[in-house]
Each structure stands twice: as C-alpha cells, then as structure tokens.
C-alpha cells in the first residue's frame, strides 16, 4: 500500500496546456524555470525576460532595465498571442503585479492564461545559480524573498484568473512531468460535415421537424451521413422548447449534430441553476413547459446547456457557427468576452424606438476568410454580408426556418404554421450591416496589400500604387458595385527582328505576326485566334434585364447596368447615353435569347467603343494632334526656307531632303490617327464592339474557348442588325494552326490586309482562351501585334526610318508581360468571386488591383 | 487603346526666322555680322540633344533672312536618362514625363538661340562693333509656337515691347475636325525696330515663359540668367510678375511635382486622358480667386465705418464661418475632410481649443502641397502633435475617422459625382458619425452675380453639381432625417435678396434624442438581452 502511494507519487506528473494560451512560469529565481521551458516547449515559444533585459540593455542581469525588458516582453508575447501561437513567459513572476499583467495580456488576445509554478527548495535554486557565473554573486536573501512571493500566492493563483494551474513541488516532479497540448473545444477544424447549420428555432418543435423532414433527416439521422448544426435559441417563446431540446439533445449525443448556445440558452441553465433570472422574453413559456417534464430530462437539459461551447470552427477553419456573430480575432480563442460576443453579439450602447438594444453591425466589418453561419438578429429574408448570413428567418414570429447546407451554400427553408409570439417590433429588413448597399471599407483597399488568386497566387499591390488608384476609384469612377472587372493590360508580341517580313514591299517591321504564332507554338499552343483590334477606348459593359435585377443583384437603386473605360470611369457623362446604350444591347441580347441561354438576368461584357475620338479626347488633343499641327504649321515655311537657300548654291548637305522626309512622315502620323476618328452626334456614330462575354449569374465565362465566345457575341451583332441600331460591330477574326505554315501564312496575310487596310491590328489569342504553357505557367491571354502605319501614333512620325528602328527594337517586354499576366488573374479572380456571389468588398479588391497595378511604370509604348 | 504619347516628337518642328530690311549704305546682310554667321555658308552646330542649323535663304542688300532650324533626335530624346524601371523595363511614363519636357520646343530654341548668336545676344559685334548699337528693322517668324494662354497672352508679352506689330494666329488643331478648336501652337510674326540683342534676348525669356511646360529642366542659376536677359526691359513690363513667375516656377516641378504623380499620369494615359484632366481639383476655385473683385461679400463689421472697405475673399469668409460653427459646437477634435491643400487646418491650428486635427483627402499631391505649406515638418512638437495629413476617401467607410467631435466637409460634396454621393452620406454620418459636420458648398443661384462666370457655368472645372438653396436645405434634411441629425442651413457671405448667399453652410448636430437613449439603452440592454452578459467564462471547462 505504502509502496503504491509512492509509486503514485513517482508517477509522471501530466500537464494539460491548451494549444493556444499563455503559458505563465512562476518560480524563483534558479528554481530551473529556462530548462523546464526549454525542454517540454519550442525555443521561439519561449520568451525570457533574461533575454529580453539582454536586448534592451546588453546585460542579462542588469535589472534597472527590467521595465524596459518587460515592456519588450509583452510586446513579444502580444504579437504572437494576436497571430495565434502558443507562448510560454520564462520570468520569476513571483509578484502577483507581474502576473497581472501577463493575465491581462492573455485576456487581451482572447487566450487562457495557465500557471506552472516550479516550487523547489532554496538550496535547489542556491546550488543552481551557484554553478551560474553570471548569478554567482546573488545573495542567498534573494532567492529567500522570492520563495516568500512564491508561497504567498500559490494559493490565490486561480482566484487572479489562471484557468489552469500547474505546481510542480521539488526536483524530480519538476523532472518527470511532461506536457501535453490539448485542443481547444471550439477547435473541430478536423470536422468537414457536409453540415446542415439550422436558424433559430424558439420551441417551433413542428418547424424544426418540418425543416429536418425537408433537409432529409429521418429520426435524427441523415442517411448521408450528414451532420446538423444548430446555431442556439432552441429555446423560449415558442409552443414546444422541450421537444425541440429533446430533439437536439439526441442528436448531438449520438454524434449527428453540434450545438452552440443561443442567449436563451444561457438564460435558461442560469435559471436551472438557481439563478435569480427575470421571466421575460420568452423564458417563463419554457419554465412552464419544462414544469411539465421528469426531473431527470430537466437535469439532462441542464447538464447539455451547461456543455455547450460558445462557438465551433469547422471544415479545416472556412466554416465558424456561432449564434449571434463572430469577428475573426474571435475566432477559436476563448475568453469571457468571446463568449458574450457569441452569445449576445456586438450593440452599440443605444437603444431604438422600440427600447431595444440597438446591435452593431459586426458583419459589415467583417474581413474574414472563414463563412461565419448564425442567427439571434431576426430578419424577413437572408443575405450574404462579407462573408456572413444570418439564419434567423423568425420562425417564432411567423416567418421560416431556415437552414444552409454546407458546403454546397444552398438555403433550405420551411414557413412557420402560424405566429406563435408577437414581435415588439417588425423584423429588420436586412441583416445588420446590410443597408446602404454594404459600404466598402478604406481596409478593403488601401496601403500595400496582397490579394490571393487562383490562377497566380499572390499578388502584391504597393502602396503608392494604391494610392493612385484609390484617387482615381473615388473620384471619377463609377458605383463600384457596378464595376465588377477592368480589363487587363496587354502585351505586345515580341519585337521583330528582321529587317524584310511578310512577302510584302521591302519593309522593316517592329511588330509582325511570326514572333505571337512562334510564341504560343512553343508554349504549346496548336490553335489561335487572330482577332481584329479595333482602334478605340476599352469599355466593360454590365447588362441589366431590368432596373429590378440591378437592384436585386447590385443593389442599385434606379441605372439598369453601367459602361464604363479601363480605369472605371463611365463611359458617358450622361446617364441617359449610358441607359440609351443598354437598352440597345438589352434588345440585342433578349432577341438573341442569350437572358435563357445562361439563365441570367444580367452579363458583363469586354469591348471597344469607337471612335477613339470619342473618349481620348486629352492626349489626342494634347498630343497627337498637335504634332501634326505643328508639323503643318513649320514644314511649309521651312521647306521654302530650304529651297531657297539652295537655290542661293548654299549646299545645306542633305537637310533639305531630311526635311522632306519629316514632312512625309508627318503628313502619314496626321493620317495614321485621323483614321481613328470620326464626328458623332449623340450615339450617332458610336460603335460598340464585343469581344468576350465575361461573367452571367452563377458563371465567369472567362475561360470559354473564344470560338464558342464569337459565336455568342455574332448572335447578339446579327441581332442587333435586325434591330438596325448600328451599335454593334462585329470582330473579324481568323483561326491559325501555329505548326502549319500555310496556315501561318494566312494568318499573315490577312493581318498584312487588315492593317494596309488602315486598321490597328490583330490580338493573337489561344483559342482555348485559358491554359498554362509547357512549363505550367499561366498562358499570356493573348499578345497584340500592331499595325506599321498604326504603330506611328506611338512611336512617332518618324519610327520606320531604320536608324530609329534599330534603337526602337531594344524594348524591354520582360515586365509588361508580367503587369499583363497579373492584371489578368486579378481579372479572373474577380469574375470567380463575382461568379460566387462573394461580397463585393472581395470583388473589389480585386478590381482594385488591376487598377492600381496599371499605375506602375512600364513603357507605356507597349 | 494607346497610352503613352508622342509628346517628344512635338520637338522635330523647331523653326525660326529672323529677317531685315537695308539701303545700299545700312545693306540687310549686315545681319550675318551681328549673328556672327555668314550668309553665304549652311552651318551646323551641334548640340546635346541634336543639331542647329543656321542658313540664309535670302541674303541681298534690301533683304537678309536667317533660318535657325533644329533637327532634333526625338527617339534619342526619349531613350536618353530613361532610368530602367523594375523588371528591367525602361520606365516609359519617367522618360516622356521628366526626360522628354526638359527638351521642349521653346526650351532647345531658347538654349539654341543662346549658344548659336551667343553674342549676338549679348549685344557684341566683335567685326563691327558699331553694328550692334543701331536699331534694325527686324521681321522675326516662328510658324509653331507653344503659347499657353494662346495669342491672348502673346500680345500681353509682346505689346510692351517696342515692336510695331505683333501678329499671333492660333494654329487649329486638325483642320479635319473644326470641332476640336486650336492647338496650343500661334504662328508668330513680330515687325519692328528694335534692336537685336533686345529683341533675342526677349525671345530668349519670353518662349519657355510661353511654352510654361510644367516639367521643365532649369539650371540653378536660371534665377541670374533671367536678370541678365530681362536686363532694361522686364522690371517695366506690366506682365513682370507673369513672366517671372512662370519662368521661374518651372524650376521646384520637375523634382517636387512630377514624380510625386506619376502613377496618376499613368492611370490618366490608360484612358487617354492628359494629366492637367485629372489634376484640375488642385486648381483655386473660382470664387476664392475673384472673389475680391466681384460683387463683394462684405463683413458684417466693416459697413459704413471704412470709408473704402477692403472686400473679404470669401474663402476667408467660409472659414471664418466654419471656425465660428465648431467653436459654438464645442468641437475639439476635428476632421477637415476633403482638405485640399490645407487652408483650414492651418486655421484650426492657430485656435489651442481645437486639439487634433485631422486633414483627409483623396489626392496625395494636395496633402504633399498641403504639408509643405504649413511647413509640418518644421513644426514644433507641440504644434504637430495636434495635426495630421492623412490620405482618405470618402466613398469608402475609414475607421480612423470615428469618435471626432465634428467633421467639415468644406466645399467637397461638389467635387463627388451625384449616384457616389450616398457613399459619402453613409461613411460621414453613418460610419465615422461626428457629433457635429459642417458641410459647405456654392448656391448656384448665386452665379448670376459672378461677372466673370459665363452663363451656366459651374464656378470650378471639376464641380459635378452646384445646388440651389432649395436642392441644398432638401438633402441636409433628408441626410440629417436619415441618419439622426437636427440640421440649420446658414448663409455665408452676403445673403443677396434675391439669390441668396455665395456659400450656404450645413450645420448637422447629432440628434439629442439619440444621446439621451444612450444613457437609457444601457439599462435596458439587460432586460432586452434576456439577460446581462456578465456569465464567468466557461470555455475551458466545458467537455
């Protein structure tokens, strides 16, 4: 017996530390704190306030800076305790101050505090430091102090707030122990459903039935193996609170549910508890129900509210379930305010006109990446807010109960069979946070920020960057709810080498189709598409069917879509042009039947509006214009001036023949830029020509190959031709096998036809539109090839003689191919997460990306 | 799509002529003494950036013509001191910005012109000194002539200058299209007797001062080459300060201004937009800048005791009247949103009630501005511990602008397109929610007595709308209504019988009703929440 109390004793001392806390040691000094931690924690774990003295003033020992090191400390502690890492503090914290602030610092990062204290005798720690060089001259008194500190708090540790203590008595305990990390309760990341998280259900014991009958459960059990989770308020108000617990109840101790608390719930086990609680709202309907159950259910009622865990996170961290809402520093951790933020959710301190606390709208703040699913704040219907939705569709007030199947996302909901409690006011219209079209936050874009995509992982945005944009997004831009996309920039194909291309005239060319066709086959790409570029202004164009569906799906109140340039600025300055254009492509669209085709009530759709005249008004005018008037203006006068001289018999060596060449070139830059512009009258004269349909309901088209792409948008010109608006122009184009020379060839030509013909050029396209290459790199989208005479707006008048195209071919492509490659995924993860319904500060942060990379330098002649 | 631009190219028509009369005892060809080139001869010089041509298509006794014509290598222009930009790309919108201007037309003329007839210029005739003392009949020709300002303010040049004509006809722009309206180029004739060490010396400052290219390259000691060259003639001129001031502002450009902007310049290029498009928020308001010549927005004080009371810009006024607002509101702490280049800040930091001050705007060029003028990095401590510049928008909700006493918003709702004008409303009162804004704007109705202000204009370029006092009370009451304000609409500067004032001013108090449920919402929390969220925590504990 002796011999087993001792072995008991010997026995390894197990400690429990939870995966996420602040660990606290508490010994005195030499008590064998820094082996302890070393041995049972990580090195970067730890924080010693040793270490932290030795940064601030050179000198482990030195303890006038024990405030500046502990400073430090704290600081330390805070960053990772705010990231979410486990931290040991390796100090004496002998002094119950010193320990308040540590447990203030854990509560202030919404982490349990733990205590192990390491209580050795003072020869122990006498014999310790004695070995210590450093401590060699400690006075014995020292360690007798802080052996005094120790043993006056050992005993209040608990009452200051350490949810686990741990005391460790002598060396061999101190030895043997070992230390084991437990998971939180609200951790179940390793859970992946697939769940059916349930509303607020208030006693609505036939609903609930109902909903589950719908949802496919038969007597609490999914045949498919899926799991329910209730989101709190089973309780109160409603005709039957007991059966809906015992339903609940069964499921979650058979496993085919979880449950987190509602405010209800915790008014209730208060109450069971012996708790003086008032039987208000709804309370005294489940006291009486309950007076009507055994004894032994009402225990059980008790014990299952007493378990119940404020909130779960779930699905590997996408999915939180709370009852009244979660901010994601909430997430996981665990503390008296997260609990309450759980349970009760955020209110601002006032009340409205029906007494009620008026709640803050959390979800409009919120940022973050896991789904937060729950109920309390009764709404007609429910919406997705960043991320959000709220459950409690008010079943008890008459409305539904409703759940979401995840992941699918789906709603799945039963109407009440009668108002079973009046509300004191009528529901809200929206959930918290969803009135005034769900304001985006300065947070959402501003600074340097990282945006993930799917198709090219990070991408970062700097700061200046993001400060041009943000000036131009609010300033000229249109509702960015209306501005899902910009477009990409692009790149240019490889610059020309050769000085004779094409079969044509003897001619040097900077640009020329061979090098985009040997591109994309050595990138693996068999066919393309050569598209006509037409020469005018980027526009995007979103499509309502009606004001109705722009109001339903983009929450604007009043234009039926938008029309806007590259850099998000409305295309018209008048609304009524822009809703003229809608409408014109509205009649194209619905004659075409493309509104049944992809089951939508809206598309957005990339293009160019032309004339150029039309909208670049500033650098035509500024620029290009006046090259030519100026050219105009000298060449005449300094011809003569030439003339003359030579017919003085001045030899002027050549210049009177430069001179006319200047002019020739002049006279074709004048003519080079006057092809793109054109007078219009109202819309009289503006074209609008599509080239890809992005994004319908539910569905980014951005990776439909381009030949299903032009068949659509044919459809929608032919129908626009029948209407006979003049609107819509089609897009020329050729496909091209890359390894076939013919083919080659007749991609040539037809782009050498194109641009004698005065046109721009060509975009070169893969004709499978998304792909990665040989290397799994993401494709160039497409590369443009310019026209010789077209190019002449950009390089100037004078690009083709060959001394200048020799010094033009140096160009550097390398980072405007990477500016075009980022543009473009940000694109498309703003099509996907359009596609998805995301909340818009996450479509927006896309889109403001692409803004703000178009702000970096690149050669803008690319 | 084009971004980017030709702008150097702008630069291969750089052409002057300069012409003379003679008699067989004063022979026209006389000139090539003074010039210090022979007029029988082409030569050329060469230069930093191309070459300079001098030839005389005419040279008889009655008549003598020189040619001064630049052949300028504008791709060598463009690729010279580009810097390589990351990824080892040149960055483009650096060399056509930065690189690109200092070359502008009427800077290489002027520096041609004084390193060709150097000493010409300096009124030296080293052959025939006498030469350089006589007035010519001189006839001198520059068919494209950047003028900004246009013929207008070529006359107001030119007038004062001895010259018997001056003759300046705007070059259109594209003949094709009338519709678009003249270049910034006039072909320039001048005719008279002046001397020519005058006349090029006045060409010499007046063409960059014409030109007024924004990121324009001078020298440090441009300040002593403009004393040199304005030497007997400038400090009369009634257009002094004009010249001075543009000839010499180029100077902090290239440095302070231009690459604080160039992302903008980019964005402004990727819709095919000029810069000065995008930059005109910065200009002064018109109101601001008249406002002391125009029907005068008198103080209330100053009638009748003044003989001649000096008017009060009204600018002044509007601040006057805002800091009057937040000083009867109490406000200590004080958001200036929309606070342009920092006129108000500066006014609430000379006032120790205002506490912490905080300027917002959208344009980080106006907070650069506004920074250096009120020298924020020279202040004391204790002075800049009060005041901070932020970059903010209003479209977007910012939780840094929660928990002020007041915010202003002083002539900035104007500036916001009309649908973007909700999201102002909801991040002001809704989100940042300050007990007490101060919204100022214009009364359209007000224009009328605008002289300078065509008829249906707008008082500034980039105001989207101008409210009647009608439209203004309208949506204070329905903003103040929505979002739980008592709001008063004040006139500032004088109230016109018939058109009201120039300015009105919205005076929105948080709703007291709202402040006294504050103190009652407390108590009924409890009761409405079922119960008190005091519970002890029982994370741990649960299984």
Redesign the interface.
């Known amino acids: 017996m002796n011999d087993d109390r001792k072995n008991d004793d010997r026995k390894q001392r197990v400690l429990p530390v939870t995966d996420l806390s602040l660990v606290v040691l508490v010994g005195a000094t030499g008590s064998g704190k820094s082996t302890f931690a070393r041995k049972h924690f990580k090195p970067t774990e730890v924080i010693s306030s040793d270490y932290c003295r030795g940064l601030v003033a050179d000198d482990e020992n030195d303890q006038s800076a024990s405030k500046d090191a502990f400073d430090v400390l704290h600081y330390i502690a805070g960053k990772r305790l705010a990231a979410g890492r486990l931290t040991v503090v390796d100090a004496t914290n002998v002094q119950s101050e010193a320990r308040r602030q540590l447990i203030r610092l854990a509560r202030e990062h919404d982490v349990l505090p733990i205590a192990i204290v390491l209580d050795m005798p003072e020869e122990v720690c006498a014999a310790r430091n004695a070995q210590r060089p450093d401590r060699q001259d400690m006075p014995r008194h020292v360690i007798q102090r802080h052996r005094r500190e120790l043993r006056r708090s050992l005993r209040g540790l608990e009452r200051e707030g350490f949810r686990k203590v741990h005391v460790l008595r002598g060396v061999e305990e101190a030895e043997t122990a070992e230390v084991v990390l437990e998971k939180r309760f609200n951790d179940l990341r390793h859970l992946t459903g697939p769940f059916d998280i349930v509303g607020d259900v208030h006693g609505c014991s036939s609903e609930l039935e109902a909903l589950l009958a719908k949802l496919g459960y038969r007597d609490g059990v999914h045949p498919e193996g899926r799991t329910a989770v209730f989101v709190g308020d089973l309780v109160d108000r409603g005709p039957d609170s007991p059966g809906v617990l015992r339903r609940v109840m069964g499921m979650v101790k058979t496993g085919n549910a979880l449950c987190v608390p509602g405010n209800h719930e915790n008014k209730l086990g208060r109450y069971l508890n012996g708790r003086n609680v008032q039987h208000t709202h709804g309370l005294a309907e489940t006291v009486e129900q309950l007076g009507r159950e055994d004894e032994e259910f009402v225990a059980e009622v008790r014990a299952f509210i007493d378990g119940l865990v404020s909130h779960y996170v779930l699905d590997g961290g996408k999915l939180v379930v709370c009852h009244a809402g979660l901010p994601e520093r909430y997430h996981g951790r665990t503390s008296g305010r997260v609990r309450s933020h759980a349970l009760y959710g955020d209110t601002t301190g006032e009340t409205d006109e029906f007494g009620l606390p008026v709640r803050y709208p959390w979800a409009e703040d919120y940022r973050g990446k896991a789904v937060v699913v729950y109920g309390h704040t009764p709404v007609p219907d429910t919406s997705w807010i960043n991320n959000t939705i709220c459950l409690d569709t008010g079943a008890v007030f008459g409305g539904k109960m409703t759940a979401l199947r995840w992941p699918e996302r789906e709603l799945v909901d039963v109407p009440a069979e009668q108002v079973w409690y009046e509300p004191v006011k009528p529901l809200a219209g929206q959930a918290p946070g969803g009135h005034e079209g769900r304001p985006l936050d300065l947070a959402d874009v501003h600074g340097r920020r990282v945006v993930e995509t799917r198709h090219l992982g990070a991408v970062s945005v700097r700061e200046e960057n993001a400060a041009a944009a943000l000036e131009v997004m609010s300033r000229f831009a249109v509702d960015p709810r209306l501005m899902p996309y910009l477009p990409p920039t692009m790149a240019p194909t490889a610059t020309s080498k050769e000085g004779t291309r094409g079969g044509a005239a003897d001619l040097p060319y900077l640009e020329h189709p061979a090098e985009a066709f040997a591109q994309y086959r050595a990138d693996g790409v068999e066919r393309v598409v050569c598209e006509e570029k037409h020469m005018g202004s980027r526009a995007v164009v979103l499509l309502c069917k009606d004001a109705d569906a722009a109001r339903e799906r983009f929450g604007v109140d009043g234009p039926t879509g938008s029309v806007y340039t590259r850099t998000g600025r409305p295309f018209f300055d008048d609304p009524a042009v822009t809703e003229e254009v809608l409408r014109r492509l509205r009649t194209a669209v619905t004659d075409a039947g493309l509104w049944e085709e992809f089951a939508t009530d809206w598309l957005l759709l990339d293009g160019e509006l032309l004339p150029w005249s039309l909208k670049a008004t500033g650098l035509l005018r500024q620029q290009y214009a006046a090259v030519g008037a100026a050219s105009r203006s000298v060449f005449p006068g300094a011809l003569d001036a030439l003339r003359a001289a030579e017919d003085r018999g001045i030899d002027t060596g050549g210049l009177l023949e430069r001179q006319r060449e200047r002019a020739a070139d002049a006279a074709a830059f004048t003519d080079a830029y006057r092809r793109y512009c054109w007078s219009t009258d109202g819309l009289d004269g503006v074209r609008f020509a599509p080239f890809q349909l992005l994004a319908v309901e539910g569905r980014s088209l951005a990776a439909v190959p381009h030949d299903t792409q032009l068949a659509w948008l044919d459809r929608l010109v032919e129908a626009d031709e029948r209407a006979g608006t003049g609107l819509l122009r089609r897009t020329g184009r050729i496909v091209v096998d890359t390894a076939d020379a013919d083919s080659v060839r007749a991609g040539t030509d037809w782009w050498l036809e194109l641009t004698a013909a005065g046109g721009e050029g060509m975009v070169v396209k893969p004709l499978h539109a998304y792909g990665t290459d040989r290397g799994g790199r993401l494709l160039q989208p497409g590369v443009k090839v310019r026209g010789r005479e077209y190019l002449r707006i950009i390089y100037g008048p004078e690009y083709t003689r060959p001394e200048n195209l020799e010094r033009l071919r140096v160009r550097h492509l390398g980072h405007k191919r990477s500016l075009a490659l980022r543009e473009y995924a940000l694109g498309l993860e703003a099509l996907d997460r359009l596609a998805a319904g995301e909340p818009l500060w996450r479509v927006h942060e896309a889109v403001f990306a692409v803004l703000a990379l178009e702000s970096e330098p690149v050669d803008p002649r690319l | ?10 630069l ?4 002057l ?1 300069i012409s003379t009369t003679g008699t067989p005892d004063r022979p026209a060809t006389d000139l090539g003494f003074l010039l210090h080139k022979h007029p ?3 030569q ?1 010089f060469s230069t930093s950036h191309g070459t300079a ?1 001098v ?5 008889t006794e009655q008549r003598c ?1 020189a ?1 001064l ?1 630049l ?1 300028v290598d ?3 222009l463009v ?1 010279r001191g580009q810097g ?13 910005y930065v690189n690109d201007r200092p070359y502008a ?1 009427s800077s290489l003329l002027a520096v041609a012109l004084s390193s060709v007839f150097r000493s010409a210029l300096q009124g030296r005739c080293a052959a025939r000194p006498e030469l350089a003392e006589r007035p010519l009949p001189l006839r001198i ?1 520059i ?2 002539l950047p003028a900004r300002g246009g013929a207008e303010l070529v006359h107001r040049l030119f007038g004062p200058l001895g010259w018997a004509s001056v003759e300046a006809v705007p ?4 003949e ?2 009338p ?2 309206g003249d ?3 006039v ?1 320039l004739v001048l005719e008279g007797e002046l001397l020519l060490a005058d006349a090029l010396r006045q060409l010499y400052v007046l063409l960059p001062v014409l030109d007024d290219a924004k990121h324009y390259w001078v020298a440090p000691d441009e300040v002593d080459k403009l004393l040199r060259a304005g030497d007997g003639w400038l400090a009369a001129h009634p257009e002094h300060r004009t010249i001075t001031e543009r000839y010499l502002a180029r100077r902090r450009s290239l440095t302070e201004d231009a690459f604080g902007r ?3 310049v ?9 810069l ?3 930059d005109k ?1 910065l200009d002064e308001e018109l109101d601001d800048a008249v406002a002391g010549e125009e029907p005068t927005p008198s103080t209330e004080a100053g009638a009748g005791a003044d003989p001649a009371p000096r008017p009060v810009p009204l600018a002044v006024l509007r601040r006057e009247a805002i800091l009057g607002a937040l000083r009867a509101a109490g406000a200590q702490r004080v958001l200036d949103l929309g606070c342009g280049q920092g006129q108000l800040v500066q006014a609430l930091l000379k006032d120790v009630s205002f506490t912490e001050i905080v300027g917002v705007d ?3 060029r106006a907070l650069t501005v506004a920074a250096r003028r009120m020298r924020l990095e020279r202040m004391g401590e204790r002075q800049s511990s009060r005041v901070r510049l932020v ?10 602008l929660a928990g002020y006493d007041a915010a202003v918003l002083s002539e900035v709702i104007e ?3 009309l ?2 004008l ?2 102002l409303e ?2 002001v009162f ?2 940042a929610r300050p007990r007490t804004v101060l919204v100022t704007t214009p009364n359209v109705e007000y224009n009328v007595r605008w002289e300078t202000l065509p008829a249906g204009h707008v008082r500034h370029g980039d105001h989207r709308f101008e409210w009647t006092r009608e439209e203004f009370r309208t949506w204070a009451t329905e903003v103040a209504g929505r979002y739980g304000y008592d709001v008063r609409v004040e006139p500032v500067g004088d109230d016109d019988p018939e058109v009201g004032p120039p300015t009105q001013l919205a005076v929105f108090q948080l709703a007291t009703t ?1 402040t006294a ?2 103190a ?3 108590t ?2 409890a ?5 008190t ?1 005091t ?6 504990d ?2």
């Open positions: 799509m084009v971004a980017g631009g030709p702008g150097a190219h702008i291969g028509h750089v052409f002529t029988g001869k082409a050329s041509h030839l005389y298509p005419e040279a013509t040619a014509l052949e504008p791709v060598g690729r390589k930009g990351r990824g080892g790309a040149p960055d483009g919108a650096l060399a056509q037309a020709e068919p494209a070059v259109p722009l594209d094709q299209f519709e678009w270049s910034r180029y072909h160039l992302e903008l980019r964005l402004a290029e990727a819709d095919g937009r000029d000065e498009e995008l928020e959208v344009s980080v970059q903010g928008s209003l479209t977007y909700t910012d939780k840094r500036h916001l397109d649908p973007r909700p999201a909801y991040a809704g989100a709202e449920a504050t009652a919402a407390e009924a929390t009761a409405t929440n079922g119960t969220a519970d002890s925590p029982k994370e741990g649960a299984a």
